[in-house]
């Protein structure tokens, strides 16, 4: 399971799984999904930091209607989702991206949008950035925060470690490549970008907005950048305003089993929506 992963959204989504399991049997009851106590066995889920805390709240909801199913939760990012899955240790992953051509022979299930937040310290005077002077911090062309309107103070590069897939978005909107990248720090789930964030008044990373926007109503100090003038937010991740934004997908392999295809649907249901929108993630209409 992930450790202190976006805290506060993983805690509201655990609340009172008690007072709903009624609730959820009766609606789950209404679509394609098994009768409750129908079904048995573990599920694994690997991958994504981004997506895991909402999966285990899922897992836990989805476990209180099928009593016989445990649902186990591990983050390791997008690349290991997709490659447990092949190899058969998992059976659905976690990837925060869209599958790319050389991935058709797995079927993504979508379960939300995500944008990718520009983070700084609070402290950190900086009005917003844009995707050349974003593009000019990470490839080390500009490296004091006065180049950008911000104070006289060398810039801390903290980027995300290969196997990310917020590193393949990140870099993949500013056009470079990861070979190119000028990093101080180089950090794996999003907490980590956050605290690595947070302790250092000079750093500049990029992080989950949903993660972000938890740690921002946590009082970490940190602050989200708006980018090419538009707010970093959940919001305008929603309306299609914001320029980085990404697909939170589902992963299976061929054989997916019975109790598989059941969660996935739990997942992708109306009962998951309000789940969704607690961990700040935009959830999908078009199922």
Known sequence: MPGRARRRGAARILAGL???????????????????????????????????????????????????????????????????????????????????????????HLLARDGVAVIVHAETRVGQIDREDLAGIFTGRITNWRDVGGPDRAITVVTKAEGRSTLEVFNGYLGIAAQDVKASVVIGDNQQGI??????????????????????????????????????????????????????NLVTGPAADLRVQAFISYCRSADARPLIEDAAFVPVDDR
Do not use: W
């Open 18 to 108: 008690g007072a709903v399991a009624a609730g959820l049997l009766t609606a789950a009851c209404g679509r394609d999904v098994p009768a409750a106590g129908a079904i048995s066995g573990t599920i694994t889920v690997t991958g994504s930091s981004t997506i895991a805390p909402l999966m285990v709240g899922l897992g836990a909801r989805f476990e209180q209607f099928h009593p016989g199913v445990r649902v186990n939760v591990e983050t390791g990012g997008s690349a290991r989702g997709i490659i447990d899955v092949r190899s058969g240790l998992a059976h659905i992953g976690m990837v925060s991206r869209a599958l790319r051509p050389e991935e058709r022979d797995l079927t993504a």
């Open 195 to 248: 605290k690595s964030v947070a302790s250092m008044p000079a750093a500049i990373g990029y992080v989950s907005i949903g993660s972000a926007e938890s740690a921002v109503a946590e009082g970490v100090a940190i602050r989200l950048l708006p980018l090419n003038g538009v707010p970093a937010s959940s919001a305008r991740v929603a309306d299609g305003s914001f320029p980085l934004s990404r697909e939170l």
